[in-house]
């Protein structure tokens, strides 16, 4: 099992940014995919980005694309979502997952992750 935790949210004005950090303990963190999500009030839980496990390959959903950016520095057990010209929008909480190596679902979908963070919420003010 892998243990995570997300930091970095806050209150930010709409054209701001943002970077978050994911931090991991636990089983060894270069052996896994990382994923970030969120969930807005009242919606269902969406993939935003994905990482591999040495960072060579990143893709991502389209409303984020040119915008965001994630990284990883296994060195410090640590990934990140770097945000930039935010939006309204992208109100949320964000949680970073790591991939349980389901291979058969959706990297896109949650679950095929098997562990989870507690989320830091973002806010952005128009």
């Known amino acids: 099992q892998v243990h995570l935790v997300e930091s970095g949210g806050g209150l930010v004005q709409a054209g701001g940014s943002l970077r978050l950090s994911c931090a991991a303990s636990g089983r060894t963190f270069s052996n896994y995919a990382v994923g970030w999500f969120r969930q807005a009030p009242g919606k269902e839980r969406e993939f935003v980005g994905r990482i591999n496990w040495n960072g060579g390959f990143t893709y991502y959903t389209d409303s984020v694309k040119g915008r965001f950016t994630i990284s990883r520095d296994n060195a410090k057990n640590s990934a990140y979502l770097q945000m930039n010209s935010l939006k309204p929008d992208d109100t949320a909480v964000y949680y970073c997952?790591?991939?349980?190596?389901?291979?058969?679902?959706?990297?896109?979908?949650?679950?095929?992750?098997?562990?989870w963070g507690q989320g830091t919420q973002v806010t952005v003010s128009s």
């Open positions: 997952a790591a991939d349980g190596g389901r291979y058969t679902v959706p990297y896109s979908q949650k679950e095929r992750y098997s562990d």
